[in-house]
């Protein structure tokens, strides 16, 4: 890339960077970030407070530790003053004829013209002849010493506490979270991303955590802080005390707007490097699409002008922000110098001590720190509820219904199903199903087809009560499926998707998913059963080879057969097979098709597919079309019928199928492997017609 083109890119760069003075930062841009803002601070703020409520007690008590510490605290530097007052004394006193009474020494000062000199001996507690009293300065430096010892201790066991009433609280909390994600309808995880939901049981919680243990406690012994430091000061000298607090608001103006500005970049620059990480990770990703069509110049363009525009954010948001503390910290030295300088001025008047101006400094300088403490406590506290906020938003989420438990089932059933009169639909406005009948016999195998959009899934879903009806009921076994609870249900059936997931663990751990009391011997014999033991024999590990990163080390194929495998183990009385064999080859769909031939025998099945040559063997087909069953037969009697399911069947063919061989076709004298389809495997393992 040129230097000029650089330069042209990096002032354009600069140009889109520039943020108008009334942006605004879209919380929702962040995806897993946790969120920045609250939408209802106060309500979630009390809300967040609220979680701490069975831990009043212990809470209670670490606020009474910070009340402790503070006070300690802030007393220390008084009685530190009086030490400096000790020493001061001394060493005036030891000058001073002893035995003469100060009151005379004063009055000779004055007859002398040295009013200064006098008002400051007539302001100290000296005793004219007298040096150090070293035994009274040991004894306020020992006290000094056991104040800070045990603040410190305080702080120590207030930090030990909360540390813990935090952790019962972030686990009470996760402990919520993961009970109100088991009783929330599918239909609540169809309308969000995933990596939104995750997000808030993961990272939100973590802010939340974070902004209680540090924000939470930092924030209560600042504010104390800030309060027990401003009632000493005022009772040293509340003419000192008002002007140490003239360098609150020039702080506030300084925070406030130059720490707003800065907000705005530092979000401006995440998001820059939100775009740059993105851009990486598809070149890293689609590097050999890259180079195929020979496109690394535009990549590395379009890198270096993403780059740009980070380079920019980030500096100004870095030197933006890093105006801040100098700022503060100059008006923080500009009080300290007025009040040192007024300090003297009231010491050689008589007015102060120097151990009390001695102990003035010091508040002064320690009241700045509580206060920037709780400016970045804020932002965290504002991070963590808003954050909160966005748990309490799951929390809140409207559940499915209450199980039932009127009925149950016997450990093994005949898989009887019956729909009578169904009726569904997602939304109100747009009905799905509509009066929809249907009996499936026991050990009888129904293959549903039809185009997207039919209701094919959704018609399976309602038989595993991921949704509920809206009229009409369901009858397995002659029981309503409602008066059954879903953990009931669900033991009785087997599905295997159309996406072969599997967990991370061994391949042995995987297949024992499906019934978790099974034995070694009859892992291996549901593998053999469907297929799996032949590829499993082949792995150095065998049944103990570890699967990562959903099974990457697989293939597709394998995957799947995987799947099969554990819902055979289950043993379930009713079977469902979602789109089993789309997302593997010809070759390994003949396998995958041998495995579910073995794995619905002797029960009542569900096949939804889209290839119609996995279900030519089927009992019975339901040719659907917008919620409604348009044609119901074997496969040679609805393509005898050439209708919805033999326009369908041409289509998926289309010439493979031709006017000569239909009769043929509908007859079945024509093998499969002629038109192109994929033969059933039968359990003699040869291919079926």
């Given amino acids: 890339m040129a230097k000029s083109d650089r330069k042209s890119a990096k002032k354009a760069a600069v140009e889109e960077f520039e943020l108008p003075d009334d942006y605004q930062p879209d919380n929702d841009d962040w995806g897993g970030q946790p969120a920045k803002k609250a939408k209802h601070f106060w309500p979630a703020a009390k809300r967040l407070v609220g979680l701490l409520a069975p831990e009043k007690w212990l809470f209670s008590l670490v606020v009474l530790l910070v009340i402790g510490s503070v006070v300690l605290t802030v007393i220390a530097p008084k009685i530190l003053g009086q030490a400096m007052d000790v020493i001061f004394n001394g060493i005036l006193g030891k000058d001073l004829p002893a035995g003469v009474p100060l009151d005379q020494i004063v009055a000779a000062a004055r007859a002398a013209g040295e009013d200064s000199y006098a008002d400051m001996l007539e302001g100290s507690q000296l005793v004219p002849g007298e ?5 009274r300065l040991g004894q306020l430096i020992l006290i000094v010493l056991g104040l800070y010892l045990v603040a410190s201790f305080l702080m120590w066991l207030q930090g030990f506490l ?15 979270i993961e009970a109100k994600i088991n009783r929330l309808p599918l239909s609540f995880f169809d309308g969000r991303q995933r990596g939104d939901v995750l997000s808030r049981v993961t990272n939100d919680v973590d802010n939340i955590q974070q902004a209680l243990q540090q924000a939470l406690s930092q924030l209560v012994q600042s504010l104390l802080m800030v309060i027990g430091i401003t009632a000493m000061m005022f009772a040293v000298s509340w003419q000192l005390a008002l002007l140490a607090l003239v360098a609150l608001p020039l702080s506030g103006i300084i925070a406030g707007v130059v720490g707003v500005r800065a907000q705005k970049l530092f979000v401006a620059q995440w998001k820059y490097t939100g775009d740059l990480n993105g851009h990486i990770e598809e070149s890293f990703t689609g590097h050999e699409l ?3 069509f020979n496109r690394d110049t535009e990549m590395t363009e379009e890198f270096d002008r993403r780059n740009e525009g980070l380079f920019s954010a980030a500096y100004r948001a870095q030197a933006l922000s890093g105006t801040i503390m100098p700022a503060m910290q100059f008006v923080q030295y500009l009080s300290y110098v007025l009040i040192a300088v007024a300090g003297a001025l009231r010491v050689t008047a008589g007015q ?10 010091q508040y002064s300088r320690e009241f700045a720190q509580p206060i920037g403490e709780m400016a970045g406590m804020a932002n965290m506290l504002q991070s963590g509820v808003a954050s909160a906020e966005r748990t309490f938003e799951l929390l809140d989420a409207d559940e499915q219904d209450p199980d039932t438990e009127e009925a149950s089932l016997p450990d093994r059933t005949d898989g009887h199903v019956v729909f009578e009169d169904v009726s569904f639909s997602y939304d109100p406005e747009q009905p799905l199903i509509e009066h929809l009948s249907l009996e499936a016999s026991p050990g009888q195998t129904v293959a549903i087809v039809g185009p997207t959009g039919a209701g094919k899934t959704t018609l399976v879903n309602l038989v595993m009560r991921f949704y509920e009806l809206n009229s009409g009921r369901i009858l397995l076994d002659g029981i309503d499926i409602t008066q059954l609870s879903r953990a009931e249900l669900r033991g009785h059936v087997g599905m295997v998707l159309q996406d072969a997931w599997l967990f991370e663990g061994t391949i042995r751990e995987n297949i024992r998913y499906g019934r978790l009391d099974a034995s070694d011997d009859e892992v291996v014999a549901a593998a053999q059963a469907t297929m ?4 499993v024999r082949q792995l150095p590990e065998g049944y103990d080879t570890v699967i990562t990163e959903n099974g990457s080390s697989l293939s597709a194929g394998e995957r799947q057969l995987l799947t099969i495998a554990r819902a055979f183990i289950a043993q379930p009385s009713l079977l469902i097979l979602d789109e089993a064999t789309s997302s593997v080859d010809t070759r390994t769909e003949v396998l995958v098709q041998q495995a579910m031939s073995a794995l619905r025998t002797d029960r009542t099945s569900f096949v939804i597919a889209h290839r119609l040559s996995t279900i030519r063997d089927a009992d019975m087909i339901l040719m659907m079309e917008r919620g409604h069953i348009v044609e119901q037969g074997s496969h040679v009697e609805l393509l005898e019928r050439r209708g919805a399911y033999y326009a369908l069947y041409q289509a998926q063919f289309a010439g493979e199928v031709d006017e000569a061989h239909a009769e043929e076709l509908l007859t079945g004298a024509v093998p499969v492997a002629t038109t192109g389809a994929v033969p059933v495997v039968g359990e003699s393992g040869e291919a079926g017609q």
């Fill in 290 to 292: 890259v180079r195929i």
């Fill in 131 to 135: 040096g150090i009293d070293f035994a």
């Fill in 532 to 535: 799996v033991d032949r590829f």
């Fill in 162 to 176: 909360l540390n813990k009433l935090v952790m019962r609280v972030v686990y009470t909390l996760r402990q919520d």
């Fill in 352 to 361: 102060m001590t120097l151990g009390d101006v001695t102990a003035f400094i």
